[in-house]
């Protein structure tokens, strides 16, 4: 079992920044492909990066490139995000998920094996 709490959401004024921490415990957290996704109120859940093994790959959605960024410290088992230019539309609860068998499908939630219990990120105008 591996277990994922997220941390470091709160409440951001707009244009500001975050920076969102999972670590792991549990498992061989260096061979797990790592994914945030985000839900807001009333929405589907939604992928927002993703990171491979070691580091070398990460992913976006188009509409969020250039203002989030993933990262890993697998001496920590930790996944970072760092978001900025934060925009009242980015207000959601921030999840992170554990991929252990790579499939390929990064921004489908039904990769992940593993779930943390979110954290609320609430950026205001």
């Known amino acids: 079992q591996v277990q994922v709490p997220e941390s470091g959401g709160g409440l951001v004024q707009a244009g500001g920044s975050s920076r969102l921490s999972c670590v792991a415990s549990?498992?061989?957290?260096?061979?797990?492909?790592i994914g945030w996704f985000r839900q807001a109120p009333g929405t589907e859940r939604e992928f927002v990066a993703a990171?491979?093994?070691?580091?070398?790959?990460?992913y976006y959605p188009d509409s969020l490139k250039g203002r989030f960024t993933i990262s890993r410290d697998d001496a920590e088992n930790a996944v970072y995000l760092q978001m900025n230019d934060l925009k009242p539309e980015d207000t959601a609860v921030y999840y992170c998920?554990?991929?252990?068998?790579?499939?390929?499908?990064?921004?489908?939630?039904?990769?992940?094996?593993?779930w943390g219990q979110g954290t609320q990120v609430t950026v205001s105008s």
């Open positions: 990171i491979s093994w070691g580091g070398d790959y990460t």
């Open positions: 549990g498992g061989t957290f260096y061979r797990y492909f």
């Open positions: 998920a554990v991929d252990r068998n790579w499939r390929g499908q990064y921004a489908n939630e039904e990769e992940y094996d593993y």
